[in-house]
């Protein structure tokens, strides 16, 4: 071996111990972990943000029942209000002749209590279809949609209901969000959707055969598109130290 491929070698071996101390793992202190934060988006920045939710039950005869809830927020106006459209489809069958589910699900008490997204399906049938999804988009621009006031309003406190072959329907709304729940015929099961109180759930549970489940939310968000009034879209957490009350 050359002179100069023995000196290449001499000084790399020397330099790995150097660098297994460069890269050395750092342990954190609980106290340096909860002062991390994601990126923020300055209150006026968003123009509006909007919420549209879907949740509908489709049984072995084609029957559906469901509601899609929307409601937007602008800029000018920081007062929520849902609106609701019920969603009833008439199948190709008889709905009686569909046979009850004997399925069974145990467990589960504890999703009433996390905070976050939480997206279940527990199925104890055959040729079931379950979809929970969030989707989220963000648009740049200084105006707000058209506000969508389709279908009937939900005022906090209220309730409304809606059945046909496939289920039963509830939507409610309360001070801290909105709940779509399904409870299916012929104990086929049951399908939940929840905003608010810290999180969203979707939450699906079949006990027959021959269903198709959707629980679907879309976070719709409107950023102002004008710099030099605005500031900066994202800011970091020096920025927001003293703004983190009226951030979002």
């Keep these: 071996m050359k002179t100069s491929c023995w000196l290449a070698f001499v000084c790399l071996a ?3 111990p150097t660098q297994a101390q460069t890269f050395k793992p750092i342990e954190l202190k609980d106290q340096e972990l909860a002062e991390l934060r994601g990126r923020y988006v300055l209150p006026g920045r968003i123009v509006s943000f909007g919420v549209v939710m879907t949740s509908t039950w489709q049984n ?3 029957e559906v029942i469901g509601a899609t809830s929307s409601m937007q927020i602008q800029h000018s106006t920081l007062q929520p209000q849902f609106y609701v459209s019920m969603i009833n489809e008439k199948g190709t069958g008889n709905s009686q002749s569909q046979s009850p589910g004997t399925g069974t699900v145990t ?13 279940v ?4 049938g055959d040729y079931n279809s379950a979809y929970n999804n969030v989707g989220i988009t963000v648009t740049k621009g200084n105006e707000a949609p058209a506000t969508q006031t389709q279908g009937q309003a939900l005022a906090a406190g209220t309730t409304l209901v809606g059945a046909n072959g496939a289920g039963s329907l509830s939507v409610s709304a309360s001070g ?3 709940q ?10 049951s399908a939940l959707q929840r905003l608010g109180q810290g999180g969203l759930m979707q939450n699906t549970t079949l006990l027959g055969a021959g269903n198709q489940v959707r629980n679907l939310t879309e ?6 598109d004008s710099p030099a009034t605005a500031g900066p879209m994202n800011a970091n957490l020096d920025q927001l130290k003293g703004l983190r009350t009226g951030g979002y």
């Design 14 to 16: 020397a330099s790995l």
């Design 60 to 62: 072995a005869n084609g």
């Design 107 to 119: 467990g589960g008490s504890g999703l009433n209590t996390t905070e976050g997204v939480t997206q």
């Design 121 to 124: 399906v527990r199925a104890a």
């Design 176 to 178: 801290t969000g909105v």
């Design 180 to 189: 779509l729940g399904i409870v299916a015929n012929n104990n086929q099961g």
């Design 219 to 224: 976070l719709n968000v409107v950023l102002r």
